[in-house]
């Protein structure tokens, strides 16, 4: 699918990054390669993202990975899922979340 010129506006970004942030403990590096996404996502707002399956709008991105946190899980992946609203070139965070990184497309980090 093509990506409309951007750039796109960015909603709930940041608020939605502040409240899963604490639950999970984040290295300064991810923090900084999580910002650095957002702000890609403004020019590219599908970029590698796929659709949610069951959702009509309902994209998820991988983000980054986090580091060894001697999880049982084996490597994790930071992921954004987030609503496309063509009609209003705005780009609308529903949430970040960590899931193992078998799950999804690869992340760029």
Not at 2 to 15: C, H, I, T, V
């Amino acid at each position: 699918m093509a990506e409309p010129y951007g750039p796109w506006r960015l909603d709930d970004f940041e608020s939605k990054l502040h409240e899963w942030g604490p639950t999970v403990p984040l290295p300064g590096e991810v923090y900084a390669d999580i910002k650095r996404w957002i702000t890609n996502r403004a020019d590219r707002p599908r970029g590698d993202a796929v659709l949610v399956d069951g959702e009509e709008n309902v994209w998820q991105a991988p983000v980054t990975y986090l580091p060894d946190l001697d999880l049982d899980n084996g490597l994790q992946r930071v992921v954004c899922a987030y609503r496309v609203i063509e009609a209003e070139h705005r780009i609308v965070c529903e949430l970040f979340a960590v899931l193992p990184a078998s799950i999804g497309a690869e992340a760029d980090a």
